[in-house]
Nanobody, 116 residues
Framework: QVLLVESGGGLVQAGGSLTLSCTAS????????LGWFRQAPGKEREFVAA????????YYADSVKGRFTISRDNAKNTVYLQMNSLKPEDTAVYYC?????????WGQGTQVTVSS
C-alpha cells in the first residue's frame, strides 16, 4: 500500500531554516509527481509546492516562492522541502501528497512552528 512518512519538523525562530523529508513506499516513486501542503490551526489545507515526475519541474505557492525549495531523490524515494527565511505565518502541519490512481494519499504530517 501507499505510505508517506514525513519528518524534519520542529520549532524554529523567525528567519531560520528547516528541511522536511517525505519518504514514500508502495508505488514506483520516480513515476509520480509529489507535493507538499500545509494546514494551520483553523484554516484549510493549502498547497505549498510540487515537483513533477519526469523533468522535475517545480511549482510554488506565491507565499513561499523564493524562500522554499522542493526537490526529490528518486534513489531514496524521498522528496524534500527546504524552508528558508521562515515566518510565523509558516506555522502549520506540513503534509506530503501523491496522487496515485484515482486517490490522493497523505502522510501523517509534521509540525512546523515558527516563533517571532
Amino acid at each position: 500500500q501507499v505510505l508517506l512518512v514525513e519528518s524534519g519538523g520542529g520549532l524554529v525562530q523567525a528567519g531560520g531554516s528547516l528541511t522536511l523529508s517525505c519518504t514514500a513506499s508502495g508505488f514506483i516513486f520516480s513515476n509520480y509527481g509529489l507535493g507538499w501542503f500545509r494546514q494551520a490551526p483553523g484554516k484549510e489545507r493549502e498547497f505549498v509546492a510540487a515537483i513533477t515526475w519526469s523533468l522535475g519541474n517545480t511549482y510554488y505557492a506565491d507565499s513561499v516562492k523564493g524562500r522554499f525549495t522542493i526537490s526529490r531523490d528518486n534513489a531514496k524515494n524521498t522528496v524534500y522541502l527546504q524552508m528558508n527565511s521562515l515566518k510565523p505565518e509558516d506555522t502549520a502541519v506540513y503534509y506530503c501528497n501523491v496522487k496515485y490512481g484515482s486517490n490522493d494519499y497523505w502522510g501523517q504530517g509534521t509540525q512546523v512552528t515558527v516563533s517571532s
